[in-house]
């Protein structure tokens, strides 16, 4: 088969667990003969080519053949609209599509490319499978977090509530001033229609209706997957036919362990090694753990903070404040994917502090492999794979006061970690690739 697999931003710029999924899908799939190459978007055309308007390469990641396209930011006057719906981008990928004969899209994330990616690939009559990765086809900040940082239960009347979420500035102008239930009426009787425009009432627009319009193309795919049942459950919440989404859990690919065990017991008088492995940037939570830690006294523990401090610079800027130059606190950076092995053996107990609906994080699932018990959020998907007393320990998510409890608990008796069944089967790689295989000719087949 000629597999095309879609998303948002890819290696070697962009490392988080959606690019090295698909990345690792793609040599799998590769390996049993099937041809596979990745159309991806670059967000960062801003700084990698100052003044151009757009871009098309081709190249190669790790043996696989990528055509990576993006759209400058000067063009982008409605970076709200562009979001979800981007005709320069559609059009890339459809000259793609008329030059490689695929059989099937898989699409692993649309932001910035847009939902045409999904009617383009119907268009040519080719097949089209989503992975729901994340809530972008609900949220326009994809994390179902508001600005503050509080959970949010969806797009609040409908999309109007978006507006200053998504973007504080765009709230004087539209919000404040008055218009926006007008502007909803106008945009619901198709008397504002949608445009490219950067005024802020045309910005604002492209929020309203923001999700029934994603929410509609979603339905148009052949098939759509959600690896945790939580994620099914909030899309079936805000509408989306139930029975419809196909539970498909992620697989872990044990090489990217690398032949590496759990820690072994370092004796009574050694410290704790707590760990963080993920994005530093806030809904990951780094700081409620760091704010945690930093109140239980005493040489008992070190903290191991695993992740680039370049990503978001302010915020890591912050986290080294909150970590007022603790010598328990190491900040060890960024690091390859053939290290990941490495970074887990060095760690007692790994901590998922995240304040927002986690899917299903490929840390946990990839700690899990190893046998390295967990302390988490008890929050969206995490609560799925993470069970309280067996395999690890929950708190409420941002609750710092209850994580250095459980901390100190766990420091009092450390030997309730040895007590954990952290051994537990994890689904693999080989069995995602089973599914996907057949999941592929069963939507072929239909066509």
């Given at each position: 088969?000629?597999?095309?697999?879609?998303?948002?931003?890819?290696?070697?710029?962009?490392?988080?667990?959606?690019?090295?999924?698909?990345?690792?899908?793609?040599?799998?799939?590769?390996?049993?003969?099937?041809?596979?190459?990745?159309?991806?978007?670059?967000?960062?055309?801003?700084?990698?080519?100052?003044g151009?308007?757009?871009i098309?390469?081709?190249?190669?990641?790790?043996?696989?053949?990528?055509?990576?396209?993006?759209?400058?930011?000067?063009?982008?006057?409605?970076?709200?609209?562009?979001?979800?719906?981007?005709?320069?981008?559609?059009?890339?990928?459809?000259?793609?599509?008329?030059?490689?004969?695929?059989?099937l899209?898989?699409?692993?994330?649309?932001?910035?490319?847009?939902?045409?990616?999904?009617?383009?690939?119907?268009?040519?009559?080719?097949?089209?499978?989503?992975?729901?990765?994340?809530?972008?086809?609900?949220?326009?900040?994809f994390?179902?977090?508001?600005?503050?940082?509080?959970?949010?239960?969806?797009?609040?009347e409908?999309?109007?509530?978006?507006?200053?979420?998504?973007?504080?500035?765009?709230?004087?102008?539209?919000?404040?001033?008055?218009?926006?239930?007008?502007?909803?009426?106008?945009?619901?009787?198709?008397?504002?229609?949608?445009?490219?425009?950067?005024?802020?009432?045309?910005?604002?627009?492209?929020?309203?209706?923001?999700?029934?319009?994603?929410?509609?193309?979603?339905?148009?795919?052949?098939?759509?997957?959600?690896?945790?049942?939580?994620?099914?459950?909030?899309?079936?919440?805000?509408?989306?036919?139930?029975?419809?989404?196909?539970?498909?859990?992620?697989?872990?690919?044990?090489?990217?362990?690398?032949?590496?065990?759990?820690?072994?017991?370092?004796?009574?008088?050694?410290?704790?090694?707590?760990?963080?492995?993920?994005?530093?940037?806030?809904?990951?939570?780094?700081?409620?753990?760091?704010?945690?830690?930093?109140?239980i006294?005493?040489?008992?523990?070190?903290?191991?903070?695993?992740?680039?401090?370049?990503?978001h610079?302010?915020?890591?800027?912050?986290?080294?404040?909150?970590?007022?130059g603790?010598?328990?606190?190491?900040?060890?950076?960024?690091?390859?994917?053939?290290?990941?092995?490495?970074?887990?053996?060095?760690?007692?107990?790994?901590?998922?502090?995240?304040?927002?609906?986690?899917?299903?994080?490929?840390?946990?699932?990839?700690?899990r492999?190893?046998?390295?018990?967990?302390?988490?959020?008890?929050?969206?998907?995490?609560?799925?794979?993470?069970?309280?007393?067996?395999?690890?320990?929950?708190?409420?998510?941002?609750?710092?006061?209850?994580?250095?409890?459980?901390?100190?608990?766990?420091?009092?008796?450390?030997?309730?970690?040895?007590?954990?069944?952290?051994?537990?089967?994890?689904?693999?790689?080989?069995?995602?690739?089973?599914?996907?295989?057949?999941?592929?000719?069963?939507?072929?087949?239909?066509?």
């Open positions: 088969m000629n597999l095309l697999y879609v998303l948002h931003q890819f290696l070697p710029r962009h490392v988080t667990g959606t690019e090295q999924y698909v990345r690792s899908l793609a040599l799998g799939l590769r390996e049993r003969g099937h041809d596979v190459r990745v159309f991806a978007v670059e967000p960062q055309v801003h700084l990698l080519t100052p151009r308007t757009w098309e390469t081709d190249e190669e990641v790790d043996g696989i053949p990528v055509r990576r396209v993006g759209v400058h930011d000067e063009v982008l006057g409605n970076r709200e609209l562009c979001d979800y719906r981007n005709p320069l981008a559609t059009a890339l990928l459809r000259r793609f599509l008329e030059q490689w004969p695929a059989d899209a898989h699409v692993f994330h649309l932001r910035n490319l847009g939902a045409g990616a999904i009617d383009e690939a119907k268009r040519q009559r080719r097949g089209v499978v989503v992975n729901l990765m994340d809530f972008w086809f609900l949220c326009p900040r994390t179902l977090l508001r600005h503050d940082g509080a959970l949010c239960d969806g797009p609040p409908g999309g109007l509530g978006c507006v200053d979420c998504a973007d504080p500035g765009l709230g004087p102008p539209v919000i404040r001033r008055g218009v926006g239930q007008p502007l909803r009426a106008l945009v619901a009787g198709g008397r504002a229609p949608l445009d490219f425009s950067g005024r802020p009432l045309r910005r604002a627009a492209a929020q309203i209706g923001r999700k029934e319009r994603l929410l509609q193309a979603l339905r148009r795919a052949d098939r759509v997957l959600s690896p945790s049942r939580f994620l099914r459950a909030r899309f079936e919440e805000h509408g989306f036919p139930a029975g419809v989404i196909r539970l498909c859990p992620y697989g872990v690919d044990p090489k990217r362990l690398g032949g590496r065990t759990r820690r072994p017991p370092q004796g009574a008088c050694a410290p704790l090694v707590l760990g963080f492995v993920g994005s530093l940037t806030p809904h990951k939570g780094l700081h409620v753990l760091i704010e945690a830690v930093r109140r006294a005493g040489g008992s523990w070190r903290l191991h903070v695993h992740g680039s401090l370049d990503v610079p302010e915020y890591a800027r912050g986290l080294l404040q909150r970590a007022g603790d010598e328990r606190i190491a900040f060890r950076g960024e690091f390859q994917p053939t290290e990941l092995g490495s970074v887990l053996a060095g760690i007692d107990l790994l901590v998922v502090p995240s304040l927002w609906y986690e899917n299903t994080p490929f840390t946990v699932l990839e700690a492999m190893m046998g390295l018990p967990l302390l988490a959020s008890d929050l969206g998907g995490i609560s799925e794979v993470v069970e309280e007393g067996r395999n690890g320990f929950l708190f409420p998510a941002g609750d710092a006061a209850a994580l250095e409890r459980r901390l100190r608990a766990i420091l009092a008796s450390p030997a309730c970690l040895a007590a954990l069944e952290c051994g537990a089967a994890v689904r693999t790689l080989d069995q995602n690739l089973d599914d996907f295989e057949a999941l592929y000719a069963e939507v072929l087949a239909r066509r």
